[in-house]
């Protein structure tokens, strides 16, 4: 079984700042582009960053300059940086991963549980 476990998450002023992570565990060959989601109550779940193997990052406009992801292949791990957090930025964050469990096997999506940010103002 593949796992993405986030941590990280917590209670924040405006302003303020936090760093999520994520980690993949089980079998994995390959990770291709990881990233972060998120979803605030009675909306969708949208985009927030991506980042390539290659290192190429993609970001929401409306976390531009705010946020920041790294990644560490060899730790199989995503990072967001998150600073002056917003009250418009509390969510659940979910971490997701395109990967190859075996040599043969396709890439997947998948998804971590979720961490909850809220952002007080």
């Known amino acids: 079984q593949v796992q993405l476990v986030e941590s990280g998450g917590g209670l924040v002023q405006a302003g303020g700042s936090l760093r999520l992570s994520c980690a993949a565990s089980?079998?994995?060959?390959?990770?291709?582009?990881m990233g972060w989601y998120r979803q605030a109550p009675g909306k969708q779940r949208e985009m927030v960053a991506t980042?390539?193997?290659?290192?190429?990052?993609n970001f929401a406009d409306s976390v531009k300059g705010r946020f920041t992801i790294s990644r560490d292949s060899a730790k199989k791990s995503v990072y967001l940086q998150m600073n002056s957090l917003e009250p418009e930025d509390t969510a659940v964050y979910f971490c997701y991963a395109v990967l190859k469990r075996t040599f043969s096997t396709a890439y997947i999506a998948s998804w971590g549980q979720g961490t909850q940010v809220t952002v007080s103002s």
């Open positions: 980042i390539t193997s290659g290192g190429d990052t």
């Open positions: 089980g079998s994995i060959v390959s990770i291709g582009l």
